[in-house]
């Protein structure tokens, strides 16, 4: 099946500085991305959907200043989260749509 | 929209048990059904699906049946393996005609030799 990676695999930050986390589509290209985010024995809630060439569509309840996302290319898209705090602290997954989705390994991002 | 709920583990057996994992969901109309895996430090991947009421998705062993009189999914495996060790998300498209998923809770699978 298709391979979606993301980068970094865990991340530790300290309070009020930006993380950035990408998702690169290793072998297909994709017009849309998602962002989900899974609290610890919690569903996958989806946070975003990025749309290359356009901005991304927040789910309710996200904010959209705090949750950076750029899909700069048909294999790219990005999340930043800004001056992040520990309750972002958050394990992060992506996925990127052919026919299917297709989904990243996650990324922990733990603040303190 | 459009929910799942998913039992909790987590579930553990020994290696050749029977396998269960429930799954049932509220929706509108009859949408899509997945269920999705995720080995350890890898990617959810799309295990196995039912388009349609009464229909049966498998894959790999397992198997997971569009039961529209009792709204479940449940997911079912006759021999379990070491490698099955995993965990399982049962999901659903959040409303109709539309890429977004929701997903269930998650439920860890444990098997033993």
């Known amino acids: 099946g298709a391979v979606v990676s993301q980068h970094p695999s865990r991340v530790i930050c300290k309070s009020g500085t930006s993380v950035k986390i990408e998702c690169r589509s290793l072998?297909?290209?994709?017009?849309?991305m998602f962002w989900y985010r899974q609290f610890p024995k919690q569903s996958l809630m989806l946070m975003a959907t990025?749309?290359?060439?356009?901005?991304?569509?927040?789910e309710q309840g996200v904010e959209k200043d705090k949750f950076l996302i750029n899909h700069a290319s048909l294999t790219l898209s990005t999340l930043t989260v800004t001056s992040a705090h520990p309750e972002d602290s958050s394990f992060y997954i992506c996925s990127a749509r052919a026919h299917e989705q297709f989904f990243g390994p996650g990324t922990r991002l733990t603040v303190l | 929209g459009n929910s799942v709920t998913q039992m909790e583990g987590p579930v553990t057996l020994s290696e050749e048990a029977f396998l269960t994992i429930n799954c049932t969901y509220t929706?509108?109309?009859?949408?899509?059904l997945f269920w999705y895996v995720q080995y350890p430090g890898e990617g959810l991947q799309l295990l196995l699906k039912?388009?349609?009421?009464?229909d049966k998705g498998s894959n790999k062993g397992f198997e997971a049946t569009y039961r529209k009189e009792t709204t479940s999914f449940h997911l079912e495996k006759g021999s379990v393996q070491v490698s099955d060790s995993a965990v399982y998300f049962c999901a659903l498209p959040g409303s109709y005609n539309t890429d977004k998923l929701i997903f269930g809770t998650g439920t860890r699978l444990q098997v033993f030799p």
């Open positions: 072998d297909f290209q994709a017009t849309t």
């Open positions: 039912a388009t349609k009421a009464d």
């Open positions: 929706a509108t109309g009859y949408p899509s």
């Open positions: 990025s749309n290359e060439g356009s901005k991304a569509t927040y």
